[in-house]
């Protein structure tokens, strides 16, 4: 039974370094959604991909952020150079069809610490 | 752009009394779906509301949909120390409707 799984589930980084978080989404969903929320605040949508295929980039920082699904192997969202700002909570989503009107199934988390 | 509203932000009440949070769009949602993040966990799907007019129920807690499809709330009666938790209310965004919008949250703090 396994859920969406994400790893790490804590990250600590130095200023300038990189971060990579990874989202394995539930068995025989190939819709992934990524998600920041700050803490005591919302979710705040970031990307939504299909494999190999970003679908709505329109969340994401334009510098420094990127994501991807490939065909084979979990969702990736990677941080560049990191900034003390990009520390928050980062939730990756699945769905076993697309858009707006399905369930969507989060993983625990990856927490990003930027010291 | 869409905004999706929740009041109140915060509430803390005593075990046993009810709570109510209010959910409200900018623009008519298709559909309308709940969320409860509990402290240090991650969003788990509640429920979805499709029809105008629509109310659920689960054991204490019920869902509605307003009749102009642009409101939502969920009452939850006789709190429990279980429910405490940030809840969110979502819609498919206006825009594309290839993702959620999701609302500002409220969060419920129950104590005995």
């Known amino acids: 039974n396994a859920g969406v799984m994400q790893n790490p589930r804590h990250l600590v980084r130095r200023r300038g370094q990189e971060a990579r978080l990874r989202c394995s989404p539930m068995?025989?969903?190939?819709?992934v959604y990524w998600y920041r929320q700050l803490p005591e605040e919302g979710l705040k949508f970031m990307v939504y991909l299909q494999k190999e295929n970003i679908i709505d980039e329109s969340g994401m920082p334009k510098e420094r952020f990127s994501a991807e699904f490939p065909k084979e192997g979990p969702s990736i969202l990677r941080i560049q150079q990191v900034v003390r700002g990009d520390s928050a909570a980062y939730f990756c989503a699945s769905a076993g069809l697309a858009g707006g009107y399905n369930e969507q199934f989060f993983g625990p988390g990856t927490r990003l610490t930027v010291l | 752009g869409q905004q999706v509203m929740q009041i109140p932000q915060y509430q803390h009440v005593q075990e046993g009394e009810d709570f109510t949070t209010y959910c409200n769009s900018s623009?008519?949602?298709?559909?309308i779906q709940w969320y409860k993040q509990r402290p240090g966990g991650h969003p788990v799907f509640l429920i979805q509301?499709?029809?105008?007019?629509e109310v659920k129920k689960q054991k204490r807690l019920t869902f509605q949909f307003g009749e102009a499809k642009k409101n939502s709330s969920l009452h939850i009666t006789a709190t429990q120390t279980t429910d405490v938790g940030t809840y969110f209310c979502a819609g498919p965004d206006t825009g594309t409707a290839s993702k959620l919008t999701f609302g500002t949250g409220t969060r419920l703090q129950v104590t005995l």
């Open positions: 509301l499709v029809k105008s007019g």
């Open positions: 068995k025989g969903h190939s819709h």
């Open positions: 623009t008519t949602l298709s559909n």
